[in-house]
């Protein structure tokens, strides 16, 4: 679910939503057990009710803000984008990858430099080698290429930060 808060004139006004993404609109099975819902979920995937390719997370980990879109973020799926309407109310637009240069899910907290304009993210796997990448995105959105960062062992990522010269990731 994402909040917004909109101040004018001495007034604010609330909205949240959450993220809508295809598995949402087709439906959720609340008060099942999450292995009922995980299993029915890859089920309609393997009959092709719901496309993997248009999203599969539920974008309610992180948000970031990155040449000009609001980005929700989740660790098993691509980002959405999400925009605030001249209501003041959110709207997913989609589930967005770059311009096609994504092809892999973000850690969600990735970092804006505030003085370069790029944003910072990393991608783990924890199944194969490489386990660990690190890419960029120039102000303008362009993917730099991955950096395989050498680990020994998968492991999850879930945030890291950046100095003027230094990416630091905590071992997790």
């Not at 393997?46 to 599969?56: A, C, E, R, S, Y």
């Not at 680990?151 to 071992?171: G, K, L, S, W, Y």
Request: proline share 6%; glycine share 6%.
């Amino acid at each position: 679910m994402v909040h917004a808060v909109s101040i004018h004139d001495g007034l604010a006004s609330y909205a949240c939503r959450f993220t809508e993404m295809q598995h949402f609109a087709i439906g959720e099975l609340h008060g099942h057990s999450s292995i009922a819902r995980l299993l029915l979920f890859y089920a309609r995937i393997l009959f092709g009710i719901v496309d993997h390719t248009q999203g599969t997370g539920i974008s309610n980990s992180g948000l970031v803000c990155f040449n000009r879109r609001l980005l929700a973020m989740f660790e098993d799926d691509l980002p959405y984008q999400v925009c605030i309407t001249p209501s003041n109310d959110l709207e997913t637009v989609s589930c967005y990858d770059f311009q096609g240069q994504l092809r892999s899910a973000m850690i969600v907290h990735p970092k804006l430099d505030p003085v370069s304009g790029k944003l910072f993210d990393l991608f783990y796997d924890v199944v194969q080698k490489p386990y660990l990448k690190y890419y960029s995105f120039s102000p303008d959105g362009w993917k730099s290429p991955d950096i395989e960062i050498p680990v020994d062992e998968p492991t999850m990522m879930h945030d890291f930060a950046i100095t003027d010269r230094f990416m630091v990731i905590p071992n997790q």
